[in-house]
Structure formats: structure tokens, C-alpha cells
């Protein structure tokens, strides 16, 4: 085994043991006192082995051997060193965030992460992290949420029922959120909702998803929202967004055109 690569394994193991599995460059080299030609020879050999993958240029996952066939960890381990490395401000949302709050049955095939600009969807492994750019996520609501790795930044259950109505196609479309609704509606508060429909929020995110949380049965907590969406007067939009303007009927409360009828799974 090449001198460079075993001194690399040896660093990559003490990381490990240490509970952090990401790793940059600079780091390294600055460690193991190697050329960069070395260390290139010595990533390559460890790639090659499934021991490590390169997440963005300079930054290197460590892929435990229980993790080896997925080729990668969970994302949820390292999107925050991810994020911070690319200096871009981030919460993990829409049917990912929902899962963490207890949607757990709606688990999404990718991972869904909500930036303030565009970015590429990364492929790491059998993982897929999908980025959605949202102008206003500085001013969203999240929370620490404690994982493995120490911890990620993550939507509230009030700022993810409104992603999930704003990025509808995203979400799986109108039943599904719905159906994801009707699994968060617990952990939902009145007042946290208006809170956020006041922060620049589209008056059309309030109208249907006020409109849903009645249909899933929880007019408690649509209320404040109603009441609070009448002072904008509103005008009527679409409940599904189609060029097909189809009327089932309308909505005079959320100001909404029924144009599908709605069945959470529930």
C-alpha cells in the first residue's frame, strides 16, 4: 500500500472514531503534510475502494463498511458541513421535514432541501438531494433537529405545511399534501400559521392551505387563518394550478375556485 494512501486511511479511521465523516482537503493536506499529487493518488485508491466519495469539490464523505452497498451515508448526516462549506443558508423541508415531524409514512424518494438560490440536485451514492430556491427562506421558521452527526436545520411543522401547499408538484400534488396534512396536524399551531402567512408569505399559500386543513377536518386551526385572510380581501385563484380553468364549484371563505377534488388519504 502506497505510504501517502495509508496515512490518509489512518486519518479517515481517526475521524471516524471521533463520530465526523466529512472531510476537507485543506484539512487534510495541512494534516498529513502530503503533495497535493499524493493525495489525489491516495482519494482515487480510497474511491475506487468505497471508502470514501467526493461530495463538492475539496469536501470527501467517509463511507462507514455497514454503509458500503448505498455507496454513501444518509444525507441528513452531513447536509449541514455540506452547506456550510458552500456558504449557502439552508433548511431541510417539504416531505423530508414532514417526516421528521411525524409524516413518516410519506417519506420522500429524494432528500429536499430549501436554499435561497439555485443548485444543482446532487447524487451521492444510492442518495439524491434535491435543492428548491425559496427568495424569502431567510425569513422561514426552523429549528436545530439533533441527528447522528450533531445537527441539521429544519423547517417547523407550521413552515412546512406552507412549503408544502407553495411547492405543490414537488410535494406530490394536492391529495398527497392533503394526506401529509392530515399527519401533521397535530403537531400544527393556529397561531404559528398566520404567524408565517404574515411574513411575506403568497396570500394564494393561505388560501389553499386553509382550504385544506378543512377538508382533512382541522377547522380549529384553519380559523385564525380564515379570519386573518378576509382582512386581505383576497381574489379568487385556482385550488390546483392548471392552465385547464375546470369549476367544480368555489369557495367563497378561501376565495378558491375548486377545479379537483380533493381526497386525502386518511
Not at 456550510?84 to 417519506?107: E, P, W
Amino acid at each position: 500500500m502506497n505510504k501517502e494512501n495509508k496515512h490518509l486511511s489512518d486519518y479517515i479511521n481517526l475521524l471516524q472514531s471521533r463520530g465526523k465523516y466529512v472531510f476537507e482537503k485543506t484539512e487534510a493536506l495541512k494534516t498529513l503534510k502530503c503533495t497535493d499529487d499524493a493525495f489525489r493518488s491516495s482519494i482515487k485508491r480510497l474511491s475506487q475502494k468505497q471508502r470514501i466519495t467526493s461530495l463538492t469539490q475539496g469536501l470527501y464523505l467517509i463511507i462507514p463498511l455497514e454503509y458500503k452497498n448505498m455507496s454513501s451515508l444518509p444525507p441528513e448526516w452531513y447536509i449541514d458541513t455540506l452547506m456550510k462549506h458552500l456558504d449557502i443558508a439552508y433548511y431541510v423541508g417539504l416531505l423530508s421535514a414532514a417526516s421528521y415531524h411525524g409524516a413518516s409514512h410519506q417519506a420522500p424518494q429524494l432528500y429536499q432541501v430549501i436554499i435561497d438560490r439555485n443548485l444543482r440536485s446532487l447524487q451521492v451514492g444510492r442518495s439524491k438531494i434535491h435543492f428548491y430556491k425559496n427568495s424569502l427562506s431567510e425569513k422561514a421558521k426552523t429549528i436545530p433537529f439533533k441527528v447522528p452527526t450533531g445537527n441539521l436545520l429544519l423547517s417547523t411543522p407550521e413552515q412546512t405545511a406552507f412549503d408544502l401547499v407553495k411547492y405543490l408538484r414537488a410535494s406530490g400534488g394536492i391529495n398527497h399534501v392533503a394526506t401529509v396534512l392530515s399527519e401533521l396536524q397535530e403537531s400544527l399551531n393556529a397561531d404559528k400559521l398566520v404567524e408565517i402567512a404574515t411574513q411575506g408569505m403568497p396570500l394564494s399559500c393561505s388560501q389553499r392551505l386553509g382550504y385544506l386543513l378543512e377538508v382533512i377536518g382541522s377547522k380549529a386551526l384553519a380559523q385564525p387563518l380564515k379570519e386573518w385572510l378576509q382582512d386581505k380581501k383576497p381574489q379568487y385563484i385556482l385550488l390546483k394550478p392548471s392552465k385547464q380553468r375546470l369549476v367544480l364549484s368555489k369557495d367563497e371563505d378561501w376565495k378558491l375556485i375548486i377545479n379537483d377534488k380533493v381526497e386525502a388519504d386518511i
